[in-house]
T-cell receptor, first 114, second 113 residues
């Protein structure tokens, strides 16, 4: 079975500071990993995805994530936070034999202070 | 390109009533998903269609929930009768094929009183 754990339901950073959102996964088969962002009253938007190519994945809006198999982690980072980054972030796992089914973590709400 | 459309955006009902949600996926997308997102949790897959066939409905409470995608295009999710714990956002997503990137609609927020 696959699962995702996001450490920290709320993260607060100052504008311009480093953003680090943590995600650990469990999977018995090679995983596909995703980060989604959700703004209030909107659907989810894909930030980036890992599908067994490069372990450092660059996404939209300056975000990136690194797949570390030894640590079963896929943490999301951004060097400098912007006010517009305030949102809910979800990490998700899937695999080839899951047919596209996504299993989500519980989410991390990011607040950005001016 | 138009995105995934869902309606209604908001719905308030009393427990034991029935409710239906509609989803129109991106044109040409063969795979359609319904997720339930309870407040404070990540989305959970309820049902997955490939064209008009069900691929995965293992998490669908079949005693009260039903879904169909008769012509392999738009889809309807129904709850009958609703319970308080059904209060959630119901998200529809579609992808070109199974395993491809999923595109999400804005969701329907259901409140059961």
């Amino acid at each position: 079975a696959q699962s995702v754990t996001q450490l920290g339901s709320h993260v607060s950073v100052s504008e311009g500071a480093l953003v680090l959102l943590r995600c650990n996964y469990s999977s018995s088969v090679p995983p596909y990993l995703f980060w989604y962002v959700q703004y209030p009253n909107q659907g989810l938007q894909l930030l980036l995805k890992y599908t067994s190519a490069a372990t450092l994945v660059k996404g939209i809006n300056g975000f990136e994530a690194e797949f570390k198999k030894s640590e079963t982690s896929f943490h999301l980072t951004k060097p400098s936070a912007h006010m517009s980054d305030a949102a809910e972030y979800f990490c998700a796992v899937s695999s080839y034999n899951q047919g596209g089914k996504l299993i989500f973590g519980q989410g991390t709400e990011l607040s950005v202070k001016p | 390109e138009a995105g995934v459309a869902q309606s209604p955006r908001y719905k308030i009902i009393e427990k034991r009533q029935s409710v239906a949600f509609w989803c129109n996926p991106i044109s040409g997308h063969a795979t359609l998903y319904w997720y339930q997102q309870i407040l404070g949790q990540g989305p959970k897959l309820l049902i997955q269609f490939q064209n008009n066939g069900v691929v995965d409905d293992s998490q669908l409470p079949k005693d009260r929930f039903s879904a169909e995608r008769l012509k392999g295009v738009d889809s309807t999710l129904k709850i009958q009768p609703a319970k308080l714990e059904d209060s959630a956002v119901y998200l529809c997503a579609s992808s070109l094929e199974r395993g491809n990137e999923q595109f999400f609609g804005p969701g329907t927020r259901l409140t059961v009183l």
